[in-house]
């Protein structure tokens, strides 16, 4: 009997067929919805590292106000602001002064996230100034200081009404007019200072050490409101502005179609090309100016997860139909077996071999047909003693 002819095969096939049609419709459901939820949440993922960069800057950028706030009402620099408007003497005011620089040198040492701590009066000249590399503060000579009359964020901060807080644009650093080498990102906060009677009287400034969020951002693009890129995963596009290295290198250059849309959006995660791109504004506290930070993943990467879970989800399957085939066979073997046994003892009953009793262990329809068949040797083995000696007596 060929093999696909035996009912041990058919028995298999149809185990198989009926195990595996729903475990496949299943399995294909179950995966293509398991891939739509990994994909979900891979957006999600990256939509919340954007959010939590977001929320750092900001949280980073609060604390500055409040820093520069606190140095403008500290009270080294209202003593020293009264004692200039009163005339006092030239020692006592050398004296003052150098009680606000003690006190700006305490305050870098210990925030170490400035460049600079300064005080300019009204005419814009520097009057105290403390130096930091992040790690080691110094005081600034009064020889060695410099008037800032002629830079736009003196000109913008000392003109502002009391308790106004100037914030500049995020740019790099200029010391007598050139960009300093090495790069500097810079962005100062300043609160001017008024006399009593309300006249100018100088203004507190801070520069930023703007590397203290820039770092943490990696992969991730910054961009001002003009699309230029404040920190980009190629250093080449960074700073390309006109106040910084004007290289024009811009967001509306490297993806027109969307970067409008990204530019005034508040928050959203679209693809575009072969990526996918989740962006975020973060709000300058206390201003109406805004960057976008903007991530952008391959999307080979994003579905790497999903591919995974993928070729897991089929060597499951793989092995569970692998399972059930071996199931098949042992439990078609099981119930073919006595079968088959019946039908050999069948086919020698049929060239009347009717010695071998029948015998089958088994307490159903199959043990009941092997009582049966066995009842019916032995009566045809009777039968056959019966007429045998009238066959041989009638030969005679």
């Known amino acids: 009997m060929k093999f696909y002819h035996r009912i041990r095969t058919k028995l298999a096939v149809a185990f198989l067929l009926v195990a595996g049609i729903p475990a496949a419709a299943i399995g294909v459901y179950s995966m293509r919805v398991s891939s739509e939820t990994l994909m979900s949440g891979e957006f999600d993922n990256q939509a919340a590292l954007v959010g939590k960069m977001k929320r750092e800057i900001e949280s980073f950028l609060a604390d500055v106000r409040g820093d520069v706030v606190f140095l403008s009402e500290s009270t080294?620099?209202?003593?020293?602001?009264?004692?200039?408007?009163?005339?006092?003497?030239?020692?006592?005011l050398e004296a003052a002064r150098r009680g606000v620089e003690r006190e700006f040198f305490s305050f870098s040492k210990?925030?170490?996230?400035?460049?600079?701590?300064?005080?300019?009066?009204?005419?814009?000249?520097?009057?105290?100034?403390?130096?930091?590399?992040?790690?080691?503060?110094?005081?600034?000579?009064?020889?060695?200081?410099?008037?800032?009359?002629?830079?736009y964020y003196f000109a913008d901060s000392?003109?502002?009404?009391?308790?106004?807080?100037?914030?500049?644009?995020?740019?790099?650093?200029?010391?007598?007019?050139?960009?300093?080498?090495?790069?500097?990102?810079?962005?100062?906060?300043?609160?001017?200072?008024?006399?009593?009677?309300?006249?100018?009287?100088?203004?507190?400034?801070?520069?930023?050490?703007?590397?203290?969020?820039?770092?943490?951002?990696?992969e991730t693009m910054l961009v001002d409101a003009g699309g230029y890129y404040l920190s980009h995963p190629d250093d080449t596009k960074a700073w390309g502005s006109e106040r910084?290295?004007?290289?024009?290198?811009?967001?509306?250059?490297?993806?027109?179609?969307?970067?409008?849309?990204?530019?005034?959006?508040?928050?959203?995660i679209m693809t575009v090309g072969d990526a996918v791109m989740s962006y975020q504004q973060a709000q300058i506290p206390g201003t109406s100016q805004h960057w976008t930070l903007i991530s952008r993943r391959p999307i080979s990467d994003l579905l790497a997860s999903v591919s995974e879970f993928r070729t897991t989800f089929i060597i499951i399957i793989a092995g569970a139909m692998a399972v059930a085939l071996m199931l098949a066979l042992i439990v078609g073997a099981r119930i073919t077996r006595p079968i088959e046994y019946l039908t050999e003892m069948a086919q020698k009953v049929s060239t009347g071999e009717l010695r071998e009793r029948v015998s089958v262990r088994d307490k159903g329809e199959i043990g009941q047909l092997a009582q049966a068949f066995e009842r019916?040797?032995?009566?045809?083995?009777?039968?056959?003693?019966?007429?045998?000696?009238r066959a041989r007596a009638a030969a005679r």
């Open 110 to 151: 210990n925030r170490q996230v400035y460049y600079q701590v300064r005080y300019l009066d009204e005419t814009g000249l520097e009057t105290v100034r403390v130096d930091s590399d992040g790690t080691t503060s110094k005081l600034i000579p009064l020889a060695r200081m410099q008037n800032k009359a002629g830079r």
């Open 76 to 92: 080294p620099v209202q003593e020293y602001l009264t004692l200039r408007r009163s005339g006092a003497d030239k020692g006592t």
């Open 376 to 389: 019916m040797r032995v009566s045809t083995t009777k039968l056959l003693g019966r007429l045998q000696p």
């Open 244 to 268: 910084d290295l004007d290289s024009g290198h811009n967001l509306n250059d490297d993806f027109p179609a969307v970067a409008g849309k990204m530019l005034l959006g508040s928050a959203d």
């Open 158 to 218: 000392v003109n502002l009404p009391a308790g106004s807080v100037f914030v500049s644009p995020l740019d790099l650093n200029r010391e007598r007019g050139k960009v300093e080498v090495p790069h500097k990102p810079v962005i100062r906060y300043a609160v001017p200072l008024k006399y009593a009677n309300g006249d100018k009287a100088g203004v507190v400034l801070v520069n930023v050490d703007a590397k203290g969020f820039l770092g943490n951002l990696g």
